[in-house]
Nanobody, 116 residues
Framework: QVQLVESGGGLVQAGGSLRLSCVASGSTFSINAFAWYRQAPGKQREWVAGISSGSTSTTYADSVKGRFTISRDNAKNTVYLQMNSLKPEDTAVYYC?????????WGQGTQVTVSS
């Protein structure tokens, strides 16, 4: 079993920045992947970015490419999402996701609100 604890959400003005963190604990296994998703009111959950333990390669949704950066600290089982140049349309609940050989796990979500 894996537990995910997120932090870093909040309220920011358009053009500002936030840094989200997610720490995984439990039976994480050495081969795994992190991702960030978000869900705005009335919309389906959307994949935002992903990163795996076996590669430095990262992937991003087109809507955030060039503005968001996903990174991880494997020793700490922690993933980060640096969000720059935030827009009101980035407002959503952001969820950390963790995948390993044994299962798929979600964090509790953290609210990000971008005001104009």
């Amino acid at each position: 079993q894996v537990q995910l604890v997120e932090s870093g959400g909040g309220l920011v003005q358009a053009g500002g920045s936030l840094r989200l963190s997610c720490v995984a604990s439990g039976s994480t296994f050495s081969i795994n992947a992190f991702a960030w998703y978000r869900q705005a009111p009335g919309k389906q959950r959307e994949w935002v970015a992903g990163i795996s333990s076996g590669s430095t390669s990262t992937t991003y949704a087109d809507s955030v490419k060039g503005r968001f950066t996903i990174s991880r600290d494997n020793a700490k089982n922690t993933v980060y999402l640096q969000m720059n140049s935030l827009k009101p349309e980035d407002t959503a609940v952001y969820y950390c996701h963790f995948l390993n050989a044994f299962g798929s796990y979600w964090g509790q979500g953290t609210q990000v609100t971008v005001s104009s």
